[in-house]
């Protein structure tokens, strides 16, 4: 937070020169609204960490948080990484000509000149971070679209053939999901697909090369045109992702079984996947150390214990043995007794 705080205070004499308020009284204000914003994380982090201990404090300081900055655990990605997906995340922004003719770096005061400068700062910032993620350009969307409905001049729009041609070629791609929908999802007998939402981008077709008598529309129109393709494609593959992707009634089994008093352990990472599904009051084992002789060492201890176990194609004399399945992430999600589980897997290594 403080990154996106700190550089728009700083560019204050430039996007706001004239003000009663003078830099001084802002800069003091600042300074005490962020030693606020420390003061109540603080009664967060330190209970949590005397709590936690010196293991989740370390997690938590270090390795969350200093660690992500210089050398990211995870995530890690090159400098430029954010520089070839921004154009990516501002789609639909670099296909409308409409845009560039309204000659959108041709600065004309202070405040557009602090915008853009803020926009770069944010960029190179996040650039410099050793862990990076789309979604941690998110807040920056709304001052980039601020920046582009300041330069916007309507009369320089006219009929988009490039969204004319995006249209045609997701009502091609929705009109033969029907042919190849199963190779996708190939964990479903029978993915439904809402072939009616086709009827979306063939209006969008429509409104790509009208030519509107209000050319104030037009770029709205436009602006409209890319969101409402994704949506449309969402839609008509929304019941097979849920099918796909719906953990609640696997949640809710492992609840069962915990409740009926028996352990449960996930093989390989477990990222608390069930835990808000299933409103679980108990935790479950994570199996995923690398030596997998471990693993199974710990099964044969607790020959009881059930073992949910994500695979891609599972053996039949799994899924004959499972006691609960669903399709899961492209996969399928078995749960098995663990002395089951282990012969076939020993065989397997």
Known sequence: ??????????????????????????????????????????????????????????????????????????????????????????????????????????????????????????????????????????????????????????????????????????????????????????????????LWVIVIPLLLLWLSLWRCKQQRLVPFVHLLVFPLLITSMLLAVRQPLHEAYDITAAAQQVRQLQEQGNKLAFWDKYDNQFQFAGRLQQPIVELQDADISKRLHWLKEHPQAIVIYPVKQPADVMLKQALYSQPYRGRVLLLLRAADFVPLMSVAH
């Open 1 to 194: 937070m403080l990154l996106y705080a700190v550089p728009f205070m700083l560019l204050r004499p430039w996007w706001q020169p004239h003000n009663s308020m003078t830099n001084g009284q802002f800069f003091r204000g600042s300074l005490i609204a962020i030693l606020l914003g420390l003061v109540l994380l603080s009664c967060w982090v330190i209970p949590a960490v005397i709590a936690g201990g010196g293991a989740y404090e370390n997690e938590l300081i270090w390795k969350q948080t200093a660690g992500r900055v210089v050398t990211a655990f995870a995530h890690a990605r090159p400098f430029y990484w954010y520089l070839y997906l921004l154009p990516v995340l501002l789609l639909p922004i670099p296909l409308l000509g409409g845009i560039w003719r309204s000659r959108i770096f041709h600065l004309r005061d202070n405040r557009e000149q602090a915008l853009l400068c803020y926009i770069l700062i944010i960029v190179l910032c996040f650039s410099l971070i050793s862990g990076k993620q789309l979604h941690y350009l998110c807040p920056l969307m709304p001052l980039i679209a601020l920046f582009f409905a300041a330069k916007l001049q309507p009369e320089k729009f006219a009929p988009s053939y490039l969204l004319a041609a995006l249209c045609v070629m997701v009502i091609l791609l929705l009109g033969s999901l029907p042919l190849w929908a199963d190779k996708v999802f190939k964990n479903l007998d029978d993915p439904k697909i809402a």
